[in-house]
């Protein structure tokens, strides 16, 4: 009965996320009709880039039962670190190649940091992540520094990621690539299995010989690398260096992946699912803006919209919610 039940929930998890995308469709093309058009369509799918590679890492850590709210603090580190290192207006640098392997490699080591910390010294990861998130923004408060700001003189980097490939954004191909590896890695790996195993029991999952810390370790080390290569891709977008051009993502990248029935307790959902839920964010976001709701009323309305839709997916497991693991 469990078995069949699950399989249900995941059959028809997407049919319904794709069926809320076109009402939302329908009626905010009603409002306006310049929200239905390709040009912007195209320009939704460049806003949810950044979102969509950050919640493929935020699935498999919450898929563990686990939460990451280090985010914002990875992305400001790898972004002050990347443009640093690339063509910029305040330091005669060109690492090229290896300015985005750098920077990389910082959320990579802020990633590994937490899980080290979470796996073997068994501190929630509530409160790991949290500490992460300020350790990155210290680092990239740092790298800010109080001098000029630091801008991209590389008009080819600068423009990469609006320019479009095939009819979509550069942005969204990079995020697609990454969805690609998060499914092959969730879906064909003992790695992605053991993530849903320690979900699902993680005392079960040790007692089977599984490597449990391992794994724990591989999962925030892999979402701090993707963090790492959002803050570049955010730091492209705005064209210059931010300590805080992570702002905001964490509150897209979890509603997201729990609308999307990625349970907070773990050992459900899934990256596919997740995507359709940022995707559904970016379109109400961008709907309203474009439907001319005012914009001191906008967060309001969007919040509200928000706690609706994640009571209406989280109130049937609301027994197996836990924050502890």
């Known amino acids: 009965m469990i078995m069949q039940r699950n399989l249900?929930?995941?059959?028809?998890?997407?049919?319904?996320?794709?069926?809320?995308?076109?009402?939302?469709?329908?009626?905010?093309?009603?409002?306006?009709?310049?929200?239905?058009?390709?040009?912007?369509?195209?320009?939704?799918?460049?806003?949810?880039?950044?979102?969509?590679?950050?919640?493929?890492?935020?699935?498999?850590?919450?898929?563990?039962?686990?939460?990451?709210?280090?985010?914002?603090g990875m992305m400001g580190a790898s972004g002050m670190a990347w443009i640093l290192l690339s063509p910029n207006t305040r330091l005669a640098l060109d690492y090229g190649p290896w300015a985005w392997v750098i920077a990389i490699g910082l959320?990579?080591?802020?990633?590994?940091?937490?899980?080290?910390?979470?796996?073997?010294?068994?501190?929630?990861?509530?409160?790991?992540?949290?500490?992460?998130?300020?350790?990155?923004?210290?680092?990239?408060?740092?790298?800010?520094?109080?001098?000029?700001?630091?801008?991209?003189?590389?008009?080819?980097?600068?423009?990469?990621?609006?320019?479009?490939?095939?009819?979509?954004?550069?942005?969204?191909?990079?995020?697609?690539?990454?969805?690609?590896?998060?499914?092959?890695?969730?879906?064909?790996?003992?790695?992605?299995?053991?993530?849903?195993?320690?979900?699902?029991?993680?005392?079960?999952?040790?007692?089977?010989?599984?490597s449990v810390d391992g794994i724990k370790i591989g999962a925030f080390t892999f979402a701090g690398a993707l963090c790492g290569l959002a803050g570049i891709l955010a730091t492209m977008q705005l064209g210059s260096g931010s300590p805080d051009i992570g702002f905001g993502q964490l509150f897209t990248v979890v509603p997201a992946a729990v609308i999307a029935g990625t349970a907070l307790s773990g050992g459900e959902g899934g990256i596919l699912r997740s995507v359709l839920g940022v995707l559904l964010l970016i379109l109400l976001n961008n709907g309203l803006v474009l439907a001319g709701v005012d914009s001191d009323f906008q967060s309001g309305v969007f919040g509200a919209i928000l706690i609706i839709a994640i009571v209406a997916v989280a109130w049937p497991e609301r027994g197996r919610l836990k924050v502890a693991k």
């Open 8 to 72: 249900f929930n995941n059959a028809k998890g997407p049919f319904g996320l794709i069926a809320a995308m076109m009402v939302l469709i329908v009626i905010f093309t009603i409002l306006n009709p310049r929200f239905g058009s390709i040009e912007n369509l195209q320009n939704v799918l460049y806003q949810a880039s950044v979102p969509l590679i950050v919640v493929v890492g935020a699935t498999l850590i919450i898929q563990m039962g686990s939460i990451d709210l280090s985010v914002e």
């Open 107 to 210: 959320g990579v080591a802020l990633g590994l940091l937490a899980g080290l910390i979470h796996a073997k010294l068994q501190v929630p990861s509530f409160v790991v992540t949290l500490g992460t998130w300020y350790v990155g923004l210290g680092i990239a408060i740092l790298l800010y520094g109080n001098g000029m700001l630091p801008s991209l003189t590389n008009e080819t980097l600068a423009r990469w990621p609006s320019r479009e490939s095939l009819g979509l954004p550069n942005a969204f191909w990079l995020a697609a690539l990454v969805i690609s590896v998060g499914l092959l890695i969730s879906n064909y790996t003992s790695f992605g299995r053991g993530i849903l195993a320690i979900g699902n029991n993680e005392s079960i999952a040790r007692s089977s010989g599984m």
